[in-house]
């Protein structure tokens, strides 16, 4: 049986969210239209809302509705600490850090990772315009706080060389390595304990 | 830091998909936003366009854009066997039957199984529905293929009830279960063995 039209149309929709295939796609069409017309209206306007408003700040890169996010507006009138920049890969891990509320500096969103294999360059994480700004001078250090991943540690390495050798004055720090809280020694990769154990710190 | 409110509002309806939770749906609505803004759009008019168009079919329950889903359409016409009903909890199940083309009859599609715990009465899955439709003649064999699990079965064992109190001349029949196809027998479970073992044949 060939499925009505729309709704074939809106199974293959689907299919653009990250991680749903044909079966997840055809499972969630049913479901909106069996239990939630009204639920799937309010998302219709919702996307086409969001791609409506939602653009990018013009100094951290992070999705924002207006020139400047609530951050980088919050830096500029000195609400949040400007000499100290951390570079995430993406909104989801600057989210996350500000849930710590263990940080008070700005932020640089790259929106991925330098990965060629997948045809990202420096270009396509906004590489120059981060370089530009720790550049033109007022931020002191570099925290940098991309993924412990390989993709993510090769950016963070290529960009720690890049500000030592055109920032020279600027400090660059990388996120510790280390056992998580909760984290039972038998249970952690050795890995992890290597560093732990290299970045082993007094007792306090 | 709060999240503009666009982003916001499009992350808390992503959340009326089945199996999204928070996580999963910041993920999506970042993933919409930087890669797919055309997708979203076309997600955006599907949407619409399935809950302005799509309905039940009169016949079978099942989602439709006419009057007629388009198999009950062909057994009005004499194209399927109208004499053989499939009885199927989802849309799903009739497309995952009708891939088998294995089988010409028509369908009742139930939209649910009944499921005292989750509210779910024989009222909820269209059983009257079901049982004018075999009480009124012209149906030889009710072919119950609804899932094997707790509520399928008890589904079934209801509507096979039903069936042979009110209309005594219909034949009802269930699925075989047995070894599927590929399975091997040590790692298949003890009471799916028995019931092949049950339900053995002759060999051809």
Known sequence: MKPPSALAELIDALRVLPGVGPKS???????LLQHERDGAGRLARSLDAAAARIRRCQMCNTFT???????CSAGRDGRRDGTTLCVVETP???AMMEQTHAYKG???????RISPLDG??????GFERLMARVCAGGIAEVVLAT??????EAT???I???VKARAPGVRVTRLARGVPVGGELEYVDPGTIAHALQDRRESS
Chains 1, 2 share one sequence.
């Open 147 to 152: 993924n412990f991943t390989h993709e993510g």
């Open 106 to 112: 700005l932020y640089f969103v790259l929106m991925g």
């Open 160 to 162: 720690a060389e890049a």
């Open 65 to 71: 509705e207006d020139e400047l996010c609530e951050l």
């Open 25 to 31: 796609a055809q499972r969630m069409a049913f479901h």
């Open 156 to 158: 963070a390495h290529f």
């Open 92 to 94: 989801a891990d600057l």
């Open 120 to 125: 990202v360059g420096p270009a396509e994480v």
